[in-house]
DNA sequence: CGCTAGCTTGATCTCACTCAATAGCAGTGG
DNA sequence: CCACTGCTATTGAGTGAGATCAAGCTAGCG
């Protein structure tokens, strides 16, 4: 079921109804190859992108030609939703690794509406889920340094992949460059390296290619600071995401 | 009216009937003083607020007790509208000045939201608009250095008093102090000031106390890489926020 | 096999932080 | 009225985290 992974363990869950609700109303899938743009900044779109497999980013072009990511999408992130209220969208829909999405037209988005109250609440939700990521992505470039901020991007992505069932609460797969991570966390690819290498040095998380480990979560959840409370887990998913349960591979 | 700056001279605009519905909605006005905690993060809540007067903050506590702030709101902010799908919000919210803020139930919103989707779409976009500007943030500190960030952040208050009738363009009061200006630009109170004294001398922009004069917007707007498409402002405020137009007390 | 993209490491530099001291200003109480 | 307190703003000196520049390495791939 491709809409399967959409709100999963969350503390907002969509019901076997409301899932089959919303399978019906998507209007097609597509796939798109690494690092092709989905969704261009500026003009009007009548259609939102669910993302069924692989890795998605929202970037906004920096005058000088650099990128930078201002979001990550994992399966079940619908990952402009925002554009069926809003109509266009303030930044650049990619790509990370190859992809599976499946698009729902605005129309059909608007006859749900009417429908079903509900299932449209919960849509809401999904978009401010992504909001109140953006704040914890504030935070983390405000008040951490390049070690936290990369630990606080980790612990992150293996919340939300434990959420949908693509990582163990320790290992997991994340094909991005330490460019990519470096743009995440407002910091060079060069100094990413060093930083990974020193979590690897502190046998706290092995990062190789797009493989990461993580040795120590509650000793990474401590440096990171993280608390996956903006994340709106499950209660027993947020706390194997916060190290706490017995879940940490030491 | 209490509600006569939400949504003004934005893209999506309300009609006067649905100020008028609106306003029916809510329940009762409060006032806060400066530095009141008005929601705290964690329990539930039931209730929304919006912003009538004064100027509002939204920030995560550190755990070393160091508050960050995560968004900053003007008169027609709908300050807490996302803890009507989320139910608990993941952060604080408080009062940098005195304000006064309408309150209204989420009950009165449910039963708004059965009455009149189209207008339920257009409390969706304000808290998109939120959002954009989260990404906007993120953008800023993670990709521009420090006069620039703080460049960007006047730019961004400018255009959005400009909207609600309180800057003339050019020239704006901002009740907050130096450290908090920090706080939003991830800077110390110390190098805000260096930074102030710079666009003083730079003759680009006038700081002193909670007086805010842009002696030269066009200017400032570019060295900031400001562009105020993610406010989804009305074409002609935009341009005017953008320093294009003659606007420019130069 | 050569090419390219990504990873790794070293040397140097600089922007912003930290620490510290002073000044201005509002409120408060004697 | 002035002394006192506390908060905000201002400026200087020294420091350090992370950027920049540069070079070598590794691995997948046509």
């Known amino acids: 079921m491709l809409t399967s992974k959409v709100l999963r363990n969350r503390t907002t869950e969509l019901s076997d109804a409301e899932r089959d609700t919303l399978e019906c109303a998507l209007s097609q899938t597509r796939t798109f190859a690494a690092g092709q743009l989905v969704v261009r900044q500026g003009p009007p779109v009548d259609v939102s992108t669910l993302l069924i497999e692989g890795l998605m980013s929202r970037h906004v072009d920096a005058p000088d030609g650099r990128r930078h990511l201002v979001a990550v999408h994992v399966p079940g992130d619908f990952v402009d939703l925002h554009a069926f209220p809003l109509k266009r969208l303030d930044h650049d829909v990619g790509a990370l690794t190859p992809v599976k999405v499946a698009i729902f037209t605005h129309a059909s988005l608007e006859r749900l509406q009417k429908d079903d109250a509900t299932l449209m609440r919960r849509l809401w939700f999904l978009t401010l889920l992504d909001a109140a990521m953006h704040r914890q ?114």
Chains 1, 2 share one sequence.
């Open 137 to 250: 992505w504030i935070y983390r470039l405000a008040s951490l340094n390049a070690i936290e901020r990369v630990s606080h991007f980790l612990c992150e992505m293996n919340a939300r992949l434990l959420a949908i069932g693509s990582s163990d609460g320790s290992e997991f797969s994340l094909p991005i460059t330490q460019a990519d991570i470096g743009q995440v966390c407002g910091l060079t690819n060069v100094h990413v390296n060093r930083v990974l290498r020193e979590l690897r040095e502190a046998e706290l998380c092995h990062v190789r290619g797009s493989r990461v480990r993580i040795l120590n979560l509650s000793e990474l959840v401590k440096k990171a600071y993280f608390d996956p409370a903006y994340l709106y887990l499950a209660p027993s998913i947020a706390a194997r995401a916060a190290g706490r349960s017995g879940e940490t591979h030491d």
